[in-house]
């Protein structure tokens, strides 16, 4: 059963109008003590690698990561462990760009103070949205040479006048990401080769669209439908999301398997919450999606 939430924007009776009101349901199990839940303390994963579980919070099952927005144009990734750095990624919009374009650097390696630039020894790649698809569609590339890909998403847009007359829907959101990735910190080198062969020759896309991805190991993925009730759209996020924001997402297989979790905790941060085959540098492509739109 549905677990009950402060009443938010309750004179907004119509489904379609109250996607403002996507909230946070669920906490850990009853009877869990806080030293219970935290007896197994987790660490942070690479930025590449599969996270293992060791990794994931035993209340959850995800790997727990915090994104804070600096401005307009930056955004940071950390992790929530007890080893974990201030911040691992920054990613910087590049606001002359004629379309979307996000670039992505290693804080462990460039430290905060660095230039973000893409000659800098610490760029991993981008986010760009892709001039050559409908809107609403990014990719996700690795710093390699061949610019390959890592990771597609795509969003359905409804038309103008369909928002006008039914109000703003629920974000519907498909993505495809290899099934594999380096188990360990890799050179640059070994990233490539993995994530390049998962690609298929980066055309993620074209599977994405075409429903080839399950032919090349892949995995596609949707956003999960939010349950109307009461006058509200919710979620259950397990006590990760605490206020409401058309930005409150997860992903999940056409089994249904939740894998990736996203949403708002005040104005400035956001919670990321992710488990395999996601990596920190594809949740966080995931995200910055939400921002974007």
Known sequence: MLSPLSRMNQSIQSPSRNMDSIKRIGQPEKGSTEEEINTLTPISP????????????????????????????KYHLSFQA?????????????????????????????????KLSKKAGHYIGKLRRDKDQPVGCYTLYNSSREKEQVAAFVYDIPALMQQVTEGQPPRKMQAVIPKNAPSKEASRSTARASNGAAAHSNRLMEHLH??????HKLVALQTRAPKYHEGQYRLNFSGRVLSPSVKNMQLETYEG??????GRVDDKTFHLDYKAPFTAFSAFGAALCQFDL
Request: net charge positive; proline share 3%.
């Open 257 to 262: 398997e939740c894998l990736m979790q996203f």
């Open 46 to 73: 690479s930025l590449f690698g599969l996270p293992t579980k060791s990794n994931y919070h035993p209340s959850t099952g995800f790997v727990h990561c915090c994104v804070t927005r600096h401005g307009k144009s």
């Open 82 to 114: 007890t080893d974990a750095e201030t911040v691992s990624i920054i990613a910087n919009k590049i606001v002359t760009s004629r379309t979307s374009n996000y670039h992505l650097f290693d804080a462990l390696r460039g430290g905060m103070k660095a």
């Open 210 to 215: 075409n429903g080839t991805w399950k032919h």
